[in-house]
């Protein structure tokens, strides 16, 4: 089995370690790749010495596990358009991109604000904003695909599920499924196998405990009969 996480925060973010530091765990671990993917912001001045800081992280573990470079780009608008400078996607491997608060066109629901919006308005953004972010060619990999409905406790019928199944497949995007926050759900896993849509398991791990605690559920979600990525997939 080839053990990959794709999805994983170093201190250049919010993570609690340093590159080596996750790296090394993951080397323990026995993972053949592993992806340390900041949250960026377009603002983030910290991406040119956070290439070459991998880039060494690379050749010094290069015969132990292979280390890719990547950020997490969040939605900033209904478009689809990602929180991230525009050139930053060719300073790194990959650009995972995800939702975390679901826009609208003046702005974003916050549960912590209250939600003054129905259901149906903030679904219906909320897949417009998807719909964009599939679209988007800066993207690679979509991360954490419907936590922020998750959030806001929308259920989804089966007929949408499958209505996002499709558009999933049809996106071309690697689909992530996030051991973090236990997305997507069963139905729509078993519609991804249905699809053959590429996945990847990533844990989203902020730091070395993280990584050690994901490990068991990471393992068993690659042992299903799914269309993963593979390792030459992602180094051509
Ligand atoms: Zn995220
Ligand atoms: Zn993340």
Do not use: C
Not at 5 to 20: A, Q
Not at 126 to 144: G, M, Q
Not at 170 to 192: A, C, F, R, W, Y
Request: proline share 3%; net charge negative.
């Amino acid at each position: 089995m080839i053990l990959m996480d794709l999805h994983t925060h170093s201190n250049y973010s919010d993570g609690k370690n340093s590159i080596e530091q996750m790296v090394g765990v993951a080397i323990e671990l026995g993972y053949t790749a592993i992806a340390i993917t900041d949250h960026v912001w377009k603002s983030s001045d910290w991406i040119d010495v956070f290439s070459e800081h991998i880039y060494k992280v690379k050749k010094i573990f290069g015969n132990d596990i292979y280390v890719f470079s990547g950020l997490e780009a969040k939605v900033i608008n209904l478009e689809g358009e990602i929180d991230a400078a525009s050139n930053v996607e060719s300073k790194v491997d990959f650009l995972l991109g995800s939702i975390h608060r679901i826009p609208f066109s003046g702005g974003y629901y916050s549960i912590s604000k209250g939600i003054l919006d129905s259901e149906q308005r903030i679904y219906e953004n909320w897949i417009t904003s998807f719909e964009n972010l599939l679209k988007n060619p800066r993207v690679d990999i979509i991360a954490h695909p419907l936590a922020e409905l998750k959030r806001f406790h929308i259920e989804l019928s089966q007929k949408q599920k499958e209505e996002i199944a499709e558009l999933l497949d049809t996106s071309g995007k690697i689909v992530e499924i996030n051991v973090k926050h236990n997305v997507p759900d069963q139905d729509m896993i078993e519609l991804l196998r249905i699809h053959k849509t590429k996945v990847v398991v990533s844990s989203d791990s902020h730091s070395i405990e993280d990584l050690k605690r994901f490990y068991p559920t990471l393992k068993n979600l690659y042992t299903l009969p799914l269309n993963f990525v593979t390792l030459s997939e992602l180094t051509k």
